[in-house]
């Protein structure tokens, strides 16, 4: 019988597949570290005062030929004639002389208010501010305003006053928290216009204090940065197409039916072909504000395929042959992972699915919203620890087993010994791989967290940001190759030679007649069927 490739493969040959996953993964590390830039970039936009009398729904522009009529203090002598729902604070985007472009990808925007102290007119605890909130685009710097999206939302005002409020202290501004404002799913244009009103009357923005003024910061995704993100997503894309084809094709060539393992291998390739889709390259010359949430269901889907072949990976080299190739045998893992995706999903429907009718609503508007989105966050944190201690105990528990069963192996000559020692090794090797790669993931967020984002290197700047993502992303391509290729059934057989009645095949025939290893079902590998607990006398 023809085993896995990980067992057939001669060590120079693995040597040099090792070698060049090595040079790939480098080379992924390196493309965002000194060729990609850094992945988004946040621009401050200062709101301009336009006055708007009449109160018309009309668009006001901050600059250009048909700027509107503005105020720059509220402390002019025009400003004192004004009343409160006079004022529209107005922000076009980008900077003059500036486009924006589909390479961005996506766009948001988060609101940070100027709020001066004065003893008359304090903040409230626990205020909300109420924002009428407009946005409109258009594609040249003459065309009239279309109106794209408009929406009445209300924010928690969380400000404090880090001196004692006293009179010697007016005029000096609270320090208030930034509040979420606009997520655009796509930049399909390359202007855009947000104006912003705050309404009062007796009951609307009351308690919010003296607003002297409003910024928004903008953040998108690097036109370069997508470049290159979309260039390795369209090079690994048919890469794992072709390695997922190529082994279902060998599995389906095998006189047995497939096992549980070769069955989630192969739904590994394909989480990983979904989330390889270049469908960046659409997005450019289409306005899909759904790519984020795309993006996001991507991502779930791969990560709790991998979660799933890791927790059946271990399970399948620790169970008994008769337990074996079930999967209800792994109910209560499996269902931890679907239930963490699950919970992550609905956050995320919650928020980036209305989004696509409503770029400015937020699930951390109300108090039960953010009350219930952290509450899904700890939900799903608790089980993601659960999961990975249980990853933790069964691998421990794989390599304790892998001992024991060497023990267990009747008297064998010492070519068969080294072959299985061979076996035995790789398996081990893949598994420390496998855990590394975990490691690498959790050591690189980290790393991005302590790090300003970029470090200097002589002549060159080290985008650490990019390099984690670009290296984490071809560090998952690779490692599902590496499963894919090892795992594939091998062309090789073992064969006696002529005439050498000493050279029969140590797999299939023991060297006493008084003990026998049975095998049970056929599988994948060699450690797969030695680890089935069926050792008979």
Known sequence: MAGAIIESMSTKKLFFLVLFILVFQVLSILVGALIAPCPTSAIRYLATKCINRHRAHVWLVPWGSNQCQQ?????????????????????????????????????????????????INQIEDDVIVTIDAGLAYRDDLVSEWTTKFHSVEQRP???????????????????????????????????????????????????????????IVGIHQNGGFTKVWISMKTVFSPWIFIATAWYWHRISLMARQPVLLEKVIFALGISMMFLNVPVEWLSLGFEWTWMLLLEDVQQGVFYSTLFCFWIIFCGEHLMDQSQRNRLSAYWWQVGLVVFSSSVLLIFDLSERGVHLTNPFYSVWASEFGTNLVITFIIVAGIAACLYFLSLCCMVLCVFRNIGGKIQQLPAMPEARKLHYKGIIFRFKFLMLVTLACAAMTVIFFILTQVSEGHWHWGDY????????????????????????????????????????????????????????????EQGPTETYRIMGKVVVE
């Not at 988060?110 to 001066?116: K, R, S, T």
């Not at 007796?202 to 409003?214: A, P, S, Y």
């Open 71 to 119: 105020i720059h203090s509220f402390d002019e002598p025009l400003a004192k004639t004004l009343d409160a729902n006079d004022i529209v604070f107005a922000v076009h985007i980008p900077l003059p002389n500036k486009e924006m472009s589909p390479w961005f990808q996506y766009m948001l925007a988060v609101l940070q208010f100027d709020i001066a102290f004065k003893m």
């Open 157 to 215: 005002l969380r400000c404090t006053f880090e001196v004692p409020k006293i009179y010697e202290n007016e005029g000096r501004f609270y320090h208030c928290d930034p509040l979420p404002f606009m997520e655009l799913g796509s930049v399909a244009h390359k202007y855009f216009l947000i104006n912003i009103r705050l309404p009062v009357n007796d009951t609307v923005n009351v308690g919010i204090g003296e607003i002297k003024d409003i910024h």
């Open 461 to 520: 700047t080290l985008q650490v940001h990019s390099a984690f993502l670009t290296g984490i992303y071809g560090m998952w391509n690779l490692y599902v190759f590496t499963i894919i290729f090892l795992y594939a059934p091998s062309h090789k057989h073992y064969r006696n030679k002529p005439g050498d009645s000493r050279q029969t095949d140590p797999l299939k025939k023991p060297e006493s007649q008084d003990t026998q290893l049975t095998c049970g």
